[in-house]
């Protein structure tokens, strides 16, 4: 046993070695170790991001080199980020996101100049509105800071208060906010007949596509203050068919005849952009059918509906019907407007169409229907407004009981908003429509729409909300409990921080005021609107301030 044994040893000393197998006979062997060589998808990405930014020059390999890291510590540096040089998922998105706005960016800019160009080319090309091209003097333009506006304010004129808001636009140093007041001083230049004022502004607005733009403004400024032929005229002279199209369209909508229906047909055939081009067709329609020519609203909307129907439209498809049945509800065919929806796809889309369908529904006294429709809404923040309208035909149509669990139903589901703004609007709307019955049928009382109106949020739509009940405790004589709402209202004023917002609500309830007859209002409300502008120190609020205010005086003045 023992040589036996030491035969085994000796032979084991002599044979050559053997390779012993690293895994069960069967399996393939595994690779040699290289895992640093392996490609990484992220760092494919990262790579690529960097290299669209300029930092990278290496190869696209998604290999983490000294390279890669470099270029990433750069980036980190640039946009302020902790500088690690490490890739991860949040830094590819970043970069990503980076560039994709930069190229959005540079789209819209050269988007921008070619627009600007082209409006500039047909302003020029029009020997009628050459001249507002003019260049302006060389130089900033600078407000008199020693002008005395004591007798404006004390005495206001559309014209004095309109030149005052021109001359603080001057004191605006950004371009694009000089522009957007004096496009609003304009309009109101334009409303109270102050042609060559107007002019004068024009030609200091440098942006073409504004000029354009404000061409349209006047004319349907001056429609709109019932100058149809001075409308007209300003109308013919807007190079671009577009704008000339909108202003002919809210011209003929403020006509008294069907004269301008014509022109705009006529304006429509030279628009190129289709989706323009449908939304006026049912602006029109909507116009022709309120003037009685309810046949020619049809065909215009069956045209309109064709158009949008075409293969090389169908990008703009959903919003086109929505457009059209929008048309079709204002138009008293709430059932023709619904018929459209199964065809709608997006939920923002059908969200509109709803709401129209539902507020022709409630205004054509089919409350129950209206309210089969209203619950098919799904966006919960326009349900309570809707139900608010619905109520309010209920109460017109004397079902008192009907109108309360209505009204008790949208202030229920104003708690389901999540938007504080919206919340509030939500609830302002409810509030209005039980003011609205408080006058018309004393279905509430001014205690329980006090109580009510503590679920507004926003200092703005309860101050409006307190100011229409004063308007109506006025109205009815209601002396006990009119001097407790208006120092409410006045309080509540108070605490709209913006003063700008303070004066456009005062602007526009001087103007609704003015509707309904109430001249001493509408007189008190211009005064505290006034009062407010008088003290603004923001130039760019106080051009759009008092460019309000002159508006509205030009209704007071009426």
């Known amino acids: 046993m023992v040589r036996l044994l030491a035969a085994l040893l000796m032979l084991s000393l002599l044979a050559p070695p053997i390779a012993w197998a690293a895994k069960p006979i069967g399996l393939p062997p595994s690779p040699p170790r290289n895992d640093f060589l392996l490609s990484d998808p992220l760092v494919v990405r990262v790579q690529q991001a960097l290299a669209d930014e300029g930092l990278y020059k290496g190869p696209i390999n998604g290999l983490m080199g000294a390279p890669t890291a470099r270029a990433i510590r750069a980036y980190q540096r640039r946009s302020g980020l902790k500088e690690d040089g490490a890739v991860s998922e949040e830094l590819a998105q970043h970069i990503e996101t980076a560039f994709q706005i930069r190229n959005l960016l540079q789209r819209l800019e050269k988007a921008r100049s070619t627009n600007i160009e082209n409006a500039r080319k047909s302003l020029l090309d029009n020997p009628a509105t050459r001249h507002l091209l003019d260049a302006l003097p060389d130089g900033a333009e600078i407000a008199d800071p020693t002008r005395d506006t004591t007798a404006c304010f004390s005495a206001p004129t559309p014209a004095c208060l309109l030149g005052e808001a021109a001359e603080s636009t001057k004191a605006v140093s950004r371009d694009e906010l000089r522009f957007w007041a004096l ?193 098919t809404i799904v966006a919960e923040r326009y349900r309570p407004s809707v139900l608010a309208q619905i109520a309010l035909s209920q109460a017109k149509a004397g079902a008192l009981t009907s109108a309360r669990a209505t009204l008790d139903r949208a202030l229920s589901e104003v708690d389901a908003i999540e938007f504080p703004y919206a919340k509030a609007y939500a609830a302002s709307r409810a509030v209005l429509a039980m003011i609205e019955m408080l006058a018309t049928t004393k279905a509430y009382d001014v205690v329980t729409v006090l109580e009510t109106m503590e679920r507004i949020e926003d200092p703005r739509l309860k101050a409006e909300a307190l100011w229409a009940l004063s308007g109506v405790l006025a109205d009815h004589h209601e002396a006990d409990a009119l001097p407790d709402v208006r120092l409410r209202a006045e309080q509540t004023s108070e605490t709209i921080r913006s003063r700008l917002s303070r004066v456009w609500m005062f602007a526009e309830l001087t103007s609704s005021r003015m509707l309904k007859g109430d001249v001493p209002a509408a007189h008190r409300s211009f005064r505290k609107g006034l009062s407010v502008a008088a003290d603004m120190g923001n130039a760019w609020g106080r051009a759009r301030a008092l460019a309000k205010l002159a508006s509205a005086l030009v209704d007071l003045e009426k």
Do not use: C
Not at 304 to 317: H, S, V
């Open 183 to 375: 496009g609003e001083v304009l309009v109101a230049q334009a409303k109270a007949g102050l042609a060559e004022a107007a002019t004068e502004t024009l030609r200091r607005i440098g942006d073409p596509r504004l000029v354009m733009r404000s061409l349209r403004d006047i004319a349907i400024a001056r429609a709109a203050a019932g100058r149809i032929d001075e409308a007209l005229e300003a109308a013919a002279i807007i190079p671009d068919p577009l704008r000339r199209a909108e202003a002919l369209t809210a011209i003929a909508n403020e006509s008294k005849d069907r004269g301008p229906l014509s022109l705009v047909h006529a304006s429509l055939e030279s628009i190129s952009d289709q989706d323009r081009r449908i939304a006026l067709m049912t602006r029109l329609a909507v116009t022709q059918a309120l003037q009685g020519a309810v046949g020619d609203a049809d065909h215009i909307l069956q045209r309109a509906e064709k158009m949008a129907r075409r293969p090389e439209n169908k990008d703009i498809l959903q919003p086109s019907l929505r457009r059209i049945a929008a048309a079709l509800a204002d138009m008293g065919h709430p059932e023709r407007a619904l018929s459209l929806l199964d065809e709608m796809t997006d939920s923002s889309e059908r969200t509109a169409v709803l709401i129209a369908a539902a507020m022709a529904q409630a205004r054509k006294g089919q409350t129950d229907a209206a309210l089969i429709t209203a619950e």
